[in-house]
């Protein structure tokens, strides 16, 4: 089993649906938990930042940790056609670990 | 802050040739990362440094060597380029393991 699973899509919705982006995991030790966003031939930029289990909500972004299931989603509401891009999220246990990321989701918006 | 920067941006290498691609970072980070990133396989670490004078190797190390001299430069060196080196190749920088910032990436095809 890989450490760190994500479904690589093509995701394709219409402007402002509600988008679900989800990640499950197998280490039981990792308690910091990412989303990046990538567009595309950029770099990731930093989107989302949670530690433990729990909702974290900026603007349209809402990120839940479910550490029982080992199992991490990501949000959008309201989706506009800026939000099409690969979504990756990365995970660690924290102290010396490393970030382990997920393959990626690519997610397309439709005016 | 310009934040991460890479250069260059592009780059087209004969097998054989070695080049070094340049990492900076102005936010002050200790640890600095090489990642690549080819198609459908997501992020893989290369080298990584803790701080100054400090290196390790990721999980694909071969066929790159890295030195760290200063806190903001994160050089990667490709020695006898070859095909499987062909590739976007990321530096990040973080103050803690998790958080990390991306530079916009470096284009590499080696033919």
């Known amino acids: 089993q890989k450490e760190v699973e994500q479904d690589p899509g093509p995701l394709s919705v219409p402007e402002g649906a509600i988008v679900s982006l989800n990640c499950t995991y197998s280490?039981?030790?990792?308690?910091?938990f990412m989303w990046y966003r990538q567009y595309s031939r950029k770099g990731p930029e930093l989107l989302m930042y949670t530690y433990s289990s729990g909702n974290k909500e900026d603007g349209r972004f809402t990120a839940q940790v479910d550490k029982s299931s080992k199992y991490i989603s990501l949000f959008i509401r309201d989706s506009q056609p800026s939000d099409s891009a690969t979504y990756l999220c990365?995970?660690?246990?924290?102290?010396?670990?490393?970030?382990?990321f997920g393959k990626g989701t690519k997610l397309t918006v439709n005016p | 802050n310009a934040g991460v920067t890479q250069t260059p941006k592009f780059r087209i290498l004969k097998i054989g040739q070695s080049m070094t691609l340049q990492c900076a970072q102005d936010m002050n980070h200790n640890y600095m990362y090489w990642y690549r990133q080819d198609p459908g396989m997501g992020l893989k670490l290369i080298y990584y440094?803790?701080?100054?004078?400090?290196?390790d190797k990721g999980e694909v190390p071969n066929g790159y060597n890295v030195s760290r001299s200063t806190t903001e430069d994160f050089p990667l060196r490709l020695e006898l380029a070859a095909p499987s080196q062909t590739s976007v190749y990321f530096c990040?920088?973080?103050?803690?393991?998790?958080?990390?910032?991306f530079g916009p990436g470096t284009r590499l095809t080696v033919t």
């Open positions: 990365a995970m660690s246990a924290g102290g010396s670990e490393k970030l382990v």
């Open positions: 990040a920088s973080s103050s803690q393991r998790d958080q990390q910032y």
């Open positions: 440094s803790v701080g100054a004078g400090i290196t």
């Open positions: 280490n039981s030790a990792f308690q910091y």
